[in-house]
């Protein structure tokens, strides 16, 4: 873990937001404690620290020498010597830092309920933050050092050598870097700027309660948000109707703290906007992995002139659930109930396994490690954080959280999940430090190319027209989930910055009306969004990561073709493993795909992706009408 990757938990979220209940339980049974889970199923924190006293060591450590960054402070442009030592000194701190950052909130999100583990993660967040304002002399101070001196001492010192990208980097964003005093500011106001987010987890993860509502063969059972997802597929009308309801009507209850939070995390936004210098919100995102704005502006613009599709889809699963109206809680029912399957565990691997077997022996041998050596949360448990997620540290193997259960979703979000944990394998093994993370825009591919692969598998190897109608059903749910409806979030998030950005404010009712309209543009006049189900605005986690969800569609759109690639020409993996996986931030992510074969500054990939969809929901309309 570096700079990049130590704000939050929140950065290596990914899409699968909220999966369903846990194989092991049955819905009508309590959620378990964490202590009635086997530890075969749970990830082994020891493997960053043996125990909570060593994390305390750490911590005392890195408080009482934080402070010798401090010598470098005024001298790195001495000479080539004090310029390296200084990096090596602030590299092997941060080394700790990630260590201790993410085995806490790790800690913390196997019960966001405990107080000692809230404590912890606080604390930590606050030392780093110290750390950032010993460092924020760092930039300031490389920008003083002339282009003659550093090409100079980058020539003569092969160790130095090593930081050519990173100090390209720094150059390039020198307009947007203030004095050492502004810097040591903005990084002092860390912990309040982070405030935002960290009040959505906990309201989200640690306050909200939801009653209980009676299944379908009459049991109350207590509904979750990974319950919430398995009804909304599977439960029948009357009760997705009265689950939306209920789920809805709690977030309702919170909804006056939750708009604030919202607004106050654009405003935060805007702050470090106006305080860099940049002209919007989205430009200052952007500039940060050198992606062009057109490449944004061009994905909006494609899916907005290419919305046909998704309405088809809207109308289709109209006329084949016989509904006169069709709502927000009749969208993620497969229109194929019947050839719903189970899906536990084992089965899950095994599947996986079998799907990714164009990625050769090494990756998979390297992916059975991490299934099998505790790299990965399995289950549900009281208190524990929701959705799924890699994360972890650059000398210790990633972590995947999980909230697995039986459905073919959790199959497919354990090859996603990891895919980023191999991504970020190959990365912190072939790149040194100051490269070691995966930046956003390219996080995705890695993850989102192995659920292609496992669905190209799984359709070729069906016999079964109810299974390939549920797959097909599963493979169109992917792209609007990870494709569409991740434009249609980055829409509304241009939206609301762009009034905090022109002076507004945002209230409640304001960004409700602001995503229904945009959510009923997507898709489509044959669905009703009632009043309550506007009310999704406030529960997306990603919007606390400006402008990070449109990178869900460019990877996917480019995950599709890396995909095909590796499935056409078997020569491609070395280039796909060596060229991509392993590079880490050592190049501008636009770079690093041009050189796997995919232009993201083109409209390939994206009209590849939207005439794929097409093809897609043609197909199933097909195969339905002959049902």
């Not at 999100?109 to 405990?114: A, C, G, H, S």
């Not at 404590?119 to 010993?134: K, N, Q």
């Not at 654009?266 to 952007?286: H, I, P, T, W």
């Not at 995909?563 to 636009?590: A, C, H, R, W």
Request: glycine content about 4%.
């Amino acid at each position: 873990m570096n700079r990049t990757t130590c704000t939050s938990i929140l950065a290596l979220l990914v899409l699968a937001l909220a999966l369903l209940a846990p194989a092991a339980q049955s819905e009508t049974n309590a959620i378990p404690q964490r202590s009635d889970i086997d530890d075969q199923f749970k990830w082994k924190l020891e493997d960053i620290y043996p125990s909570i006293d060593d994390w305390e060591n750490d911590f005392a450590f890195l408080d009482s020498n934080i402070a010798r960054l401090e010598k470098f402070k005024g001298h790195l442009g001495d000479s080539p010597d004090n310029l390296l030592a200084c990096f090596k000194l602030r590299d092997s701190l941060e080394t700790i830092e990630g260590k201790l950052y993410v085995y806490a909130y790790l800690m913390l999100d196997e019960d966001n309920r405990v107080s000692e583990c809230q404590e912890r993660a606080g604390r930590v967040s606050a030392l780093w933050s110290r750390m950032a304002a010993h460092m924020s002399y760092i930039s300031p101070e490389l920008l003083t050092i002339s282009e003659e001196h550093l090409k100079s001492w980058l020539a003569s010192n092969p160790e130095l050598d090593i930081y050519r990208h990173y100090l390209e980097d720094e150059r390039r964003l020198k307009d947007h870097v203030l004095s050492d005093k502004e810097e040591a500011l903005l990084a002092l106001a860390g912990p309040v700027t982070s405030a935002p987010r960290n009040i959505f987890s906990m309201i989200t993860d640690a306050d909200v309660t939801f009653g209980t509502v009676i299944n379908d063969e009459g049991e109350e059972i207590q509904l979750t948000r990974q319950r919430y997802y398995r009804i909304m597929e599977t439960g029948s009308r009357r009760l997705r109707r009265e689950a939306n309801q209920e789920y809805n009507q709690t977030y309702m209850k919170y909804l006056n703290a939750m708009a604030a939070t919202l607004e106050a995390s654009v405003k935060k936004d805007n702050f470090y906007r106006q305080a860099r210098g940049y002209n919007s919100c989205l430009e200052m995102s952007l500039k940060q992995d050198n992606i062009p704005e057109p490449v944004f502006y061009s994905l909006i613009k494609a899916v907005n002139n290419n919305l046909a599709p998704l309405h088809k889809l809207t109308a289709l699963r109209k006329k084949m659930l016989g509904y006169d109206t069709l709502y927000s809680y009749d969208l993620s029912v497969p229109l194929v109930a019947e050839a719903q399957s189970e899906y536990p565990w084992e089965k899950t691997k095994e599947l996986v396994l079998k799907g990714l077997q164009p990625m050769g022996k090494e990756y998979l041998s390297n992916f059975e490690t991490g299934l099998n050596s505790r790299w990965i949360d399995v289950f549900e448990s009281q208190g524990k954080g929701s959705g799924a997620y890699q994360w972890g540290t650059y000398h210790t193997h990633p972590f995947v959280m999980l909230n697995h259960n039986n459905t073919l979703d959790a199959v497919f979000t354990l090859a996603h999940e990891m895919g980023h944990a191999m991504h970020a394998f190959y990365t912190h093994k072939n790149e040194p430090y100051i490269y070691g993370n995966n930046p956003l825009f390219l996080a995705e591919v890695a993850s989102t190319s192995n659920e292609a692969l496992l669905m190209k598998y799984l359709l070729e190897h069906t016999t079964d027209k109810n299974e390939k109608l549920e797959l097909l059903n599963h493979y169109i749910e992917q792209i609007m989930g990870t494709f569409y409806t991740q434009v249609m979030f980055s829409e509304f998030e241009i939206a609301i910055h762009k009034v905090i950005e022109e002076g507004g404010a945002l209230s409640a009712d304001q960004m409700r009306k602001t995503y229904r309209d945009i959510y009923q543009k997507y898709w489509g006049p044959d669905l009703v969004i009632d009043s309550i189900n506007d009310m999704g605005c406030m529960r997306i986690g990603h919007f606390y990561r400006q402008f990070y969800v449109y990178k869900y569609a460019t990877s996917y759109a480019a995950a599709q073709m890396v995909s095909q690639k590796i499935l056409e020409d078997p020569s491609y993996l070395d280039t796909y493993i060596n060229n991509f996986l392993s590079v880490g931030t050592s190049k501008d992510p636009v770079d690093v795909l041009l050189d796997v074969g995919v232009d993201v500054t083109s409209a390939e990939p994206v009209e590849r992706t939207i005439k794929l969809f097409g093809e897609l929901v043609d197909e199933l309309e097909r195969l339905l009408d002959e049902s």
